[in-house]
């Protein structure tokens, strides 16, 4: 861990708004900013600490044995500690009022909510601190590779556009064969299943993964609420869920860039209880289990003790608008570390058998709650004090929380008692059109109808129907921009452009597939392709690491597709394919340095290399589930490309491949071997590379390049292997990449969604659920930040990055020779970048003489 300097630091709060930080720290990112907790009074002005760390640094607050899924030993956080039991359940004085519209319990002092924390540290357990491009010189070949024989089947076919029936291209499995019997088996896993009572493959890349990661207390984000189990902790010191949303008054930024003005991170504080739903019977042995863990759901149940029934059940789901808690006979308790200024129980009710209540905080923010009772007396809350509200006996139904930012009330009250509990996910493709579609299983209350918050990504392709049905109820997200309610039980997306039309060679939004260029510049690029074909294959896709061995892989594959499509060398590309296919066997035998083994734990395909070392954050975290849509790709394309050019090939690699595919992304429940959409998030619209490490701030993904990499390359496996459906899905994937990475990851000056004092930056860097930060796990180098969002440079990439943004991206960071003064293999990718907008002058940066590929220049 690197050393640490403590740094005293002055920090204003509004004094009418303790939870909204004025004055944001200047300091670079990462940092560590501990906030002082539950002063009461809370002074205008305090002192906090600063730890400032370099981008190496391998630990947060207290995270203690959590990476490895162990019980920590404190589980509590030192900056969450709550107060007394005493001061927490004393009683304080309660004004009843009853008016015409309620009655209205109002508390006669006053208490200063708590504001939160702010986890700015970056934490890198796991994760690529490594730069993930060469950077030593390739050795140069001691001869050159010599054109062979042209087998009969080195016969490449143009791609071309399929049309689809409109079937549901979700709906059947790739295969639901074992994996094939080169991998071992293993049933035990580093990470252990935390409070997991369900059966079969669990998703380890989702939104719920740290309710049994860690301590199981680290937020969930749901967009546009956060909630978190408070295990006892915080100012309310529940032992229920806390409920939190925050505005955008309350973000924090980083330091302006001198260059952009763009800070360079915002974060939302986490740990803001503004509601707790909890039960009497819960105390210091609750146990929090989880079930039906789902791609957009999750069950969880807060047990009196490990072994009780469930006191309080909570169905989670991605964009649900109210949070819900059923209960079954325990009795409600209703806690707040904002604290209650009034509690008022509406004179009328909603719905009949609805019992509704207003809960107005001392941040000046209004909650509902809705109680439907399905069996016995309705719910009746009576105020303790400032933080606690309990029910007056048992309870049978649903509690349902929501925050009103004005204006809502009639949209919750018709949507009320009823609630999500899973999505369907649908689909079809017709020609170049594309649909998918949400359809929310429910239940609650019949005849109501969902309301539902959209991300602005969907509410851009919603179909006629459903956007007729979005209303002017609208929440900030804490990293997508603000969402949008929409009153139906289904939502139809419409791609009605996919990229039907891109195949294995160059291709622009403008010109389509390029595939003609003229003799002069095959005969110069034919000389410098047989150098870079004849380097050692065999050695250079040998190593310890799935990850540079896919990348070696696809580089040559790569090189190999250009020289037989490109230059129309079949010779020399048979040749180069001969020795790329003795390189992939060598990964499809499964012989390997760390051969891949499946693991019936979790349900996966994962490398051996942490059950051999002992380091989770070996080969960045593969073994916990890190990043498999990028190790994956790699190997994915390189297969499709070989079996482009070699048809034959395919049959007996098949069903290596499709492990691969299955287990980034399967579409079936009904393939029992892993859990659906392992990586890309259909909600999100994008992927999530974090695995099983628990974190602050949610799941997060560093290379939008990669994540677009891995739906091209299972694209052209589609196409190359008959699978159509997969094909489709890969297409669909693309179009949608393309819509939602623009709004949250790659930000033209029209951006809109994301704030405008970051989008200068142009992109992300590392984008969590709860904070984007413009920097990358394994440095602050502009062309780092920026290039990881360019690699790997293949046909679709202009689809995603558009010329209007790389013009506005150079513009910004690497024009008037920026660009030159960038050392190491890094200049290359940015001029490969470059002839997106300007060929001629990335061909003369690359044609000049005494270039060194992997040093990116001379």
């Given at each position: 861990m690197a050393?640490?300097?403590?740094?005293?630091?002055?920090?204003?709060?509004?004094?009418?708004?303790?939870?909204?930080?004025?004055?944001?720290?200047?300091?670079?990112?990462?940092?560590d900013?501990?906030?002082?907790?539950d002063?009461?009074?809370?002074p205008?002005?305090?002192?906090?600490?600063?730890?400032?760390?370099?981008?190496?640094?391998?630990?947060?607050?207290?995270?203690?044995?959590?990476?490895?899924?162990?019980?920590?030993?404190?589980?509590?956080?030192?900056?969450?500690?709550?107060?007394?039991?005493?001061?927490?359940t004393?009683?304080?004085?309660?004004?009843?009022?009853?008016?015409?519209?309620?009655?209205v319990?109002?508390?006669?002092?006053?208490?200063?909510?708590?504001?939160?924390?702010?986890?700015?540290?970056?934490?890198?357990?796991?994760?690529?601190?490594?730069?993930?491009i060469?950077?030593?010189?390739?050795?140069?070949?001691?001869?050159?590779?010599?054109?062979?024989?042209?087998?009969?089947?080195?016969?490449?076919?143009?791609?071309?556009?399929?049309?689809?029936?409109?079937?549901?291209?979700?709906?059947?499995?790739?295969?639901?064969?074992?994996?094939?019997?080169?991998?071992?088996?293993?049933?035990?896993?580093?990470?252990?299943?935390?409070?997991?009572?369900?059966?079969?493959?669990?998703?380890?890349?989702?939104?719920?993964?740290?309710?049994?990661l860690?301590?199981?207390?680290?937020?969930?984000?749901?967009?546009?609420?956060?909630?978190a189990?408070?295990?006892?902790?915080?100012?309310?010191?529940?032992?229920?869920?806390?409920?939190?949303?925050v505005?955008?008054?309350?973000?924090?930024?980083?330091?302006a860039?001198p260059?952009?003005?763009?800070?360079s991170?915002?974060?939302?504080?986490?740990?803001?209880?503004?509601?707790?739903?909890?039960?009497?019977?819960?105390?210091?042995?609750?146990?929090?289990?989880?079930?039906?863990?789902?791609d957009?759901?999750?069950?969880?149940?807060?047990?009196?003790?490990?072994?009780?029934?469930?006191?309080?059940?909570?169905?989670?789901?991605?964009?649900?608008?109210?949070?819900?808690?059923?209960?079954?006979?325990?009795?409600?308790v209703?806690?707040t570390?904002?604290?209650?200024?009034?509690?008022?129980r509406?004179?009328?009710?909603?719905k009949?058998?609805?019992?509704?209540?207003?809960l107005?905080?001392?941040?000046?923010?209004?909650?509902?709650?809705?109680?439907?009772?399905?069996?016995?007396?309705?719910?009746?809350?009576?105020?303790?004090?400032?933080?606690?509200?309990?029910?007056?006996g048992?309870?049978?139904?649903?509690?349902?929380?929501?925050?009103?930012?004005?204006g809502?009330?009639?949209?919750?009250?018709?949507a009320?008692g009823?609630?999500?509990?899973?999505?369907?996910?649908?689909g079809?493709?017709?020609?170049?059109?594309?649909?998918?579609?949400?359809?929310?299983?429910?239940?609650?209350?019949?005849?109501?109808?969902?309301?539902?918050?959209?991300?602005?990504?969907?509410?851009?392709?919603?179909?006629?129907?459903?956007?007729?049905?979005?209303?002017?109820?609208k929440?900030?997200?804490?990293t997508?921009?603000?969402?949008?309610?929409v009153?139906?039980?289904?939502?139809?997306?419409?791609?009605?452009?996919?990229?039907?039309?891109?195949?294995f060679?160059?291709?622009?939004?403008?010109?389509?597939?390029?595939?003609?260029?003229s003799?002069?510049?095959?005969?110069?690029i034919?000389?410098?392709?047989q150098?870079?074909?004849?380097?050692?294959?065999?050695?250079?896709?040998?190593?310890?690491?799935?990850?540079f061995s896919?990348k070696?892989?696809?580089?040559?594959?790569?090189?190999?597709?250009?020289?037989?499509?490109?230059?129309?060398d079949?010779?020399l590309?048979?040749?180069?394919?001969?020795?790329?296919?003795?390189?992939?066997?060598?990964?499809?035998?499964?012989?390997?340095?760390?051969p891949l083994?499946?693991?019936?734990?979790?349900?996966?395909?994962?490398?051996s290399?942490?059950?051999?070392t002992?380091?989770?954050?070996?080969?960045?975290?593969?073994?916990?589930y890190?990043?498999?849509?990028?190790?994956w790709?790699?190997?994915?394309?390189?297969?499709?490309?070989?079996?482009?050019?070699?048809?034959?090939?395919?049959?007996?690699?098949?069903?290596?491949?499709?492990?691969?595919?299955?287990?980034?992304?399967?579409p079936?429940?009904?393939?029992?071997?892993?859990?659906v959409?392992?990586?890309?998030?259909?909600?999100?619209?994008?992927?999530?590379?974090?695995?099983?490490?628990?974190?602050?701030?949610?799941?997060?993904?560093?290379?939008?390049?990669?994540?677009t990499?891995?739906?091209?390359?299972?694209?052209?496996w589609?196409?190359?292997?008959?699978?159509?459906?997969?094909?489709?899905?890969?297409d669909?994937?693309?179009s949608?990449?393309?819509?939602?990475?623009q709004?949250?990851?790659?930000?033209?000056?029209?951006n809109?969604?994301?704030?405008?004092?970051?989008i200068?930056?142009?992109?992300?860097?590392?984008?969590?659920?709860?904070?984007?930060?413009?920097?990358?796990y394994?440095?602050?180098?502009?062309?780092?930040?920026?290039?990881?969002h360019?690699?790997?440079?293949?046909?679709?990439?202009?689809?995603?990055?558009?010329?209007?943004?790389?013009?506005?991206?150079?513009?910004?960071?690497?024009?008037g020779?920026?660009?030159?003064?960038?050392?190491?293999?890094?200049?290359?990718?940015?001029?490969?970048?470059?002839a997106?907008?300007?060929?001629?002058?990335?061909?003369?940066?690359?044609?000049?003489?005494?270039?060194?590929?992997?040093l990116?220049?001379?």
């Amino acid at each position: 861990m690197a050393a640490s300097q403590r740094i005293p630091l002055k920090i204003r709060f509004s004094s009418s708004d303790p939870c909204q930080l004025l004055t944001p720290p200047k300091s670079p990112s990462p940092i560590d900013l501990q906030c002082v907790p539950d002063l009461d009074p809370l002074p205008s002005d305090f002192q906090v600490g600063f730890s400032r760390t370099g981008p190496s640094f391998q630990e947060s607050i207290n995270r203690d044995a959590s990476s490895l899924g162990a019980d920590p030993q404190p589980w509590k956080r030192a900056w969450n500690d709550p107060p007394s039991r005493d001061v927490l359940t004393s009683p304080a004085k309660v004004i009843t009022s009853i008016g015409a519209s309620g009655t209205v319990q109002i508390l006669a002092s006053k208490k200063t909510p708590a504001s939160g924390f702010l986890p700015s540290v970056l934490e890198t357990v796991g994760h690529a601190t490594q730069v993930p491009i060469l950077t030593n010189p390739i050795p140069k070949p001691t001869s050159l590779l010599a054109a062979v024989s042209v087998i009969a089947s080195l016969k490449a076919a143009p791609s071309i556009a399929i049309k689809m029936t409109a079937r549901d291209i979700f709906a059947d499995p790739i295969s639901t064969d074992a994996p094939p019997a080169s991998f071992a088996r293993k049933q035990d896993h580093p990470v252990r299943r935390l409070g997991i009572t369900a059966n079969g493959p669990i998703e380890t890349n989702k939104f719920h993964g740290n309710f049994y990661l860690g301590n199981q207390t680290s937020p969930t984000y749901l967009h546009p609420f956060s909630v978190a189990w408070a295990r006892g902790q915080g100012a309310a010191g529940s032992w229920g869920l806390a409920v939190s949303h925050v505005d955008a008054k309350q973000r924090v930024y980083g330091q302006a860039s001198p260059g952009t003005g763009a800070a360079s991170y915002f974060i939302n504080p986490i740990g803001i209880q503004s509601v707790c739903l909890s039960a009497k019977e819960l105390g210091s042995d609750t146990a929090l289990t989880t079930e039906s863990l789902m791609d957009f759901s999750v069950q969880v149940n807060l047990r009196p003790n490990a072994q009780a029934s469930p006191a309080v059940q909570f169905p989670l789901v991605q964009g649900s608008a109210f949070i819900t808690a059923v209960y079954n006979g325990a009795t409600p308790v209703m806690q707040t570390g904002v604290f209650y200024r009034t509690v008022t129980r509406t004179t009328t009710d909603p719905k009949p058998g609805v019992t509704k209540y207003k809960l107005h905080l001392e941040d000046g923010m209004t909650w509902l709650v809705y109680a439907y009772h399905t069996r016995g007396d309705p719910l009746d809350l009576e105020v303790v004090n400032n933080g606690l509200a309990q029910a007056k006996g048992p309870f049978y139904g649903i509690i349902q929380v929501t925050k009103d930012p004005g204006g809502g009330e009639e949209v919750y009250d018709k949507a009320c008692g009823a609630y999500p509990t899973g999505v369907q996910l649908s689909g079809t493709v017709d020609g170049t059109r594309g649909t998918y579609r949400f359809c929310f299983k429910k239940a609650g209350m019949s005849g109501t109808t969902l309301a539902m918050f959209a991300l602005p990504h969907h509410q851009s392709s919603f179909d006629d129907v459903t956007k007729g049905r979005m209303t002017n109820l609208k929440l900030q997200t804490t990293t997508k921009g603000i969402a949008t309610a929409v009153v139906a039980d289904s939502w139809t997306m419409v791609e009605s452009n996919l990229p039907t039309n891109i195949g294995f060679l160059p291709w622009s939004p403008q010109a389509g597939t390029i595939s003609a260029i003229s003799d002069e510049t095959k005969k110069l690029i034919r000389n410098i392709a047989q150098q870079e074909v004849s380097q050692n294959i065999l050695e250079q896709t040998d190593l310890n690491s799935m990850y540079f061995s896919g990348k070696a892989l696809a580089k040559f594959a790569g090189l190999i597709l250009a020289i037989q499509e490109m230059l129309g060398d079949q010779g020399l590309a048979q040749a180069g394919l001969n020795q790329l296919k003795v390189a992939f066997a060598r990964f499809s035998q499964n012989a390997q340095q760390y051969p891949l083994v499946y693991e019936s734990a979790w349900g996966g395909v994962v490398s051996s290399a942490t059950y051999v070392t002992g380091d989770n954050g070996v080969d960045f975290g593969n073994t916990l589930y890190n990043d498999h849509h990028f190790h994956w790709g790699y190997f994915i394309y390189t297969a499709a490309v070989i079996g482009h050019l070699d048809p034959s090939w395919i049959g007996a690699n098949k069903a290596y491949v499709d492990i691969l595919v299955r287990d980034i992304a399967n579409p079936s429940t009904r393939d029992q071997y892993f859990p659906v959409w392992r990586c890309f998030d259909w909600f999100h619209g994008h992927s999530w590379a974090h695995g099983l490490f628990d974190t602050l701030d949610g799941k997060d993904q560093e290379s939008s390049s990669e994540d677009t990499m891995h739906a091209y390359a299972l694209k052209m496996w589609g196409y190359v292997s008959g699978d159509k459906n997969l094909e489709a899905r890969a297409d669909l994937m693309l179009s949608l990449q393309t819509r939602s990475l623009q709004a949250y990851y790659l930000y033209t000056n029209s951006n809109t969604v994301q704030p405008p004092e970051f989008i200068g930056n142009k992109v992300a860097g590392i984008l969590f659920e709860n904070k984007i930060d413009h920097t990358t796990y394994f440095g602050t180098n502009v062309e780092f930040i920026q290039g990881i969002h360019m690699l790997p440079l293949l046909p679709h990439t202009p689809l995603v990055r558009t010329p209007a943004f790389v013009r506005e991206e150079w513009e910004a960071y690497f024009g008037g020779g920026r660009a030159d003064a960038v050392q190491g293999g890094w200049r290359g990718i940015l001029y490969g970048n470059l002839a997106t907008v300007d060929p001629r002058g990335a061909f003369a940066f690359f044609n000049q003489r005494g270039f060194e590929p992997a040093l990116g220049g001379l």
